[in-house]
C-alpha cells in the first residue's frame, strides 16, 4: 500500500516537470521564432535599400540551410530544381550537346548519339554565333544552356561557325527529350577483358550496363573491367538495381540509419546476370555515392576485385523536400553502410575558412576489409603523373588555358580528316602545334616545350582520335598509358576465377606488408 501511494505520489511529481519542460521547450522555440521574425521585418523596413518581402525571406532560408554545415544540404530554386532533376535523371529537352566556354565563345565539347545534333551533323569543335536571333557572344554556358532547352517539340534556330566554312551554318532543331548515355560505349579489350566505362547513376544505367554485359560475354569476354573512375553517383535506385546484377538474390547490397530510427535495409530481389564472371571494379576519389555503394556491395560478398584508389566517402542519403512556390530543400537525412557495417560517409568538418576537412577515424580496418569511411581498393594502383618537367610546361599554358584547348581543338579537327584509326602522332604534329600556340601569344621557350613532348603528343593523338573515331577509339589507344587499367587487365589475363583475382590481392597485400 504504502509502495503503490509513493508511485502515486512519484507520477503527480513528474507530471509538472515533464510539464514544465515541455513548457520550457515551447517557449525557446517561440523565443527563435520570434527573433526571427523581429529581425525579418527590421530589415525588411529599416535596411538602406529597399528589399523584395520574398527575396528577403529566401535569404533567410538560405541562411539556415548554410548555417547546418553540410555541403550536400541546399535549397533549391524553382530553376535549380529543374537543372537538378534534368542532372540526375539524365534526360532533359533540348539538341544533345554538351558546351564549353572558349576564348568568349561557346562551343560545342561532345554530341551525344541518336540526338537531334548528331542527327544534323553537328560537330565538336563548333562553335555558337546565334540562337534564333539572337548574337550570344559574352553568353555563359548557364544562359546558353538554358536557351537551347525548351518544351519536346518545340523548335529552335542555331547559328554555327565552324573551321575551314566561311559562312554561318543555320541549322533548325526539333527538341526532343535527350537521354545521356551513362555507358558511351562497351568494348573488348587486349585477351578477351571486356571493359565497360559508368559515367553516372542515371535513370538507364543499370539497363545499359545489363546490355553492356550481356553483349561482352556473348563475344567471349573472360572477364570484366567496370569503370567508375570519376562517376559522382546519381540515382541510388540505380546503384542498387546494378548491384542486383552480380549478386545472388537476397544478399545485402546497402543498408541507411536515420536519426529517426526509420532504418532501411536493401536486399538483392532478383537473380544476377552475371553471377561468376570475373568482375574487377576501377576506382578514385572522384567515385562517390552511387559508385560507394555499388564497390563496397560487390567488395564485401567478394564478387568484385577493386582496383585503383580510395574512394572520396560520401555515404550520406539527401532527401528532397518539395515547398510551396517550386522550391524544395535537399537536406540530408541519413548515412549509408555497406552490407558488413562500414560506413562510407568519411566524416568531414568545416574550417573557419569554409573548407571541409576530413576527419581521421579511430580504426582504419573492419573485418580485414578497410573501414574509416570511403572504399580503399583490394589492389592500391596510383594514377601515374607528370613528370616535373611536363608539369613546369602544362604550369605555363595554365593562364592561357582557353587559347591552348582552342587551338588543340582546331588542329585536330583538321588532322583528323587525314587519318586511319591506327594513326601515330607525327613529329611535325607537335612542331605545328608549338608555332599555332606561339601565333596565339602562348609564349614558352621551344627547348622546354619539348621536355613535355611525349605528354603533347598523348594530348594531340587522344583529341584527334576522339574527334575522328569516338570515345572508343580514342580509349583503345590509350590503354598502355592508363596503368589502372592496364593493371586490371593484367590481373584478370592472371585469373579463371573471382577468387584468383583475390588471391593475387592477397599476395600483393603481404608482399607490401612485408616490405613496410
Do not use: C
Not at 505520489?9 to 527573433?35: D, K, N, S, W
Not at 527575396?55 to 535549397?75: C, F, I, M, Q
Amino acid at each position: 500500500m504504502s509502495r503503490s501511494r509513493n508511485s502515486i505520489l512519484l507520477g503527480l511529481l513528474l507530471v509538472p516537470i515533464m510539464a514544465g519542460g515541455f513548457v520550457f521547450q515551447q517557449h525557446e522555440t517561440q523565443q527563435g521564432a520570434r527573433l526571427l521574425d523581429q529581425v525579418l521585418n527590421i530589415v525588411s523596413s529599416r535596411f538602406v535599400d529597399t528589399v523584395d518581402a520574398a527575396t528577403l525571406y529566401e535569404k533567410a532560408a538560405r541562411g539556415l540551410v548554410h548555417e547546418l554545415n553540410d555541403p550536400y544540404s541546399v535549397l533549391l530554386s524553382p530553376k535549380e530544381l529543374s537543372s537538378f532533376n534534368a542532372q540526375t535523371n539524365g534526360r532533359y529537352a533540348g539538341i544533345g550537346m554538351e558546351i564549353a566556354e572558349t576564348q568568349g565563345f561557346i562551343s560545342v565539347q561532345r554530341v551525344f548519339p541518336h540526338t537531334p545534333a548528331e542527327q544534323a551533323g553537328v560537330q565538336e569543335g563548333d562553335r555558337i554565333n546565334f540562337i534564333d536571333t539572337t548574337n550570344i557572344r559574352g553568353w555563359t554556358v548557364s544562359q546558353t544552356s538554358d536557351a537551347l532547352k525548351g518544351n519536346p517539340g518545340s523548335k529552335v534556330l542555331v547559328k554555327f561557325s565552324r573551321p575551314g566554312v566561311n559562312e554561318l551554318i543555320p541549322i533548325t532543331f526539333t527538341r526532343a527529350v535527350v537521354n545521356i548515355p551513362a555507358v558511351p560505349y562497351a568494348i573488348m579489350l587486349d585477351g578477351k577483358i571486356g571493359y565497360i566505362p559508368l559515367l553516372q547513376f542515371n535513370e538507364s544505367a543499370k539497363d545499359e550496363i545489363e546490355s553492356s554485359v550481356a553483349k561482352l560475354t556473348h563475344d567471349g569476354a573472360k572477364g570484366i573491367i567496370i569503370d567508375l573512375r570519376g562517376n559522382p553517383g546519381g540515382i541510388l535506385d540505380q546503384s542498387l538495381s546494378v548491384s542486383n546484377l552480380f549478386l545472388k538474390k537476397g544478399q545485402q547490397i546497402s543498408s541507411i540509419r536515420a536519426r529517426n530510427g526509420e532504418n532501411q535495409t536493401f536486399l538483392a530481389s532478383d537473380d544476377p546476370v552475371a553471377p561468376k564472371i570475373p568482375l574487377v571494379l576501377l576506382t578514385d576519389g572522384r567515385s562517390a555515392s552511387a559508385s560507394e555503394i555499388v564497390a563496397g556491395a560487390l567488395q564485401d560478398h567478394d564478387r568484385a576485385l577493386i582496383l585503383g584508389t580510395t574512394s572520396f566517402g560520401k555515404g550520406l542519403v539527401q532527401s528532397v523536400f518539395p515547398l510551396d512556390g517550386g522550391y524544395a530543400l535537399k537536406m540530408t537525412t541519413a548515412k549509408w553502410y555497406t552490407p558488413s557495417g562500414r560506413s562510407i560517409q568519411k566524416e568531414r568538418k568545416l574550417l573557419p575558412s569554409g573548407e571541409f576537412v576530413e576527419v581521421m577515424p579511430d580504426s582504419l580496418e573492419t573485418d580485414s576489409v578497410y573501414g574509416g569511411g570511403a572504399i580503399t581498393p583490394d589492389i592500391i594502383v596510383r594514377p601515374d603523373t607528370l613528370t616535373t618537367a611536363e608539369q613546369k610546361v602544362f604550369n605555363i599554358f595554365a593562364p592561357k588555358t582557353a587559347d591552348v584547348r582552342a587551338t588543340l581543338m582546331d588542329y585536330s579537327l583538321e588532322l583528323k580528316k587525314s587519318v586511319k584509326p591506327n594513326f601515330t602522332v607525327e613529329p611535325s604534329w607537335r612542331e605545328e602545334f608549338y608555332r599555332r600556340l606561339q601565333t596565339k601569344g602562348v609564349t614558352i621557350d621551344h627547348a622546354q616545350y619539348e621536355q613535355a613532348g611525349p605528354e603533347i603528343d598523348r594530348l594531340l593523338g587522344n583529341t584527334v582520335a576522339r574527334l575522328a573515331f569516338g570515345d572508343s577509339t580514342a580509349k583503345r589507344r590509350s590503354v598502355s598509358e592508363d596503368n589502372q587499367l592496364a593493371r586490371a587487365i593484367e590481373v584478370l589475363k592472371q585469373s579463371q576465377s573471382q577468387q584468383d583475382l583475390f588471391a593475387i590481392a592477397q599476395r600483393e597485400q603481404a608482399t607490401a606488408s612485408a616490405n613496410r
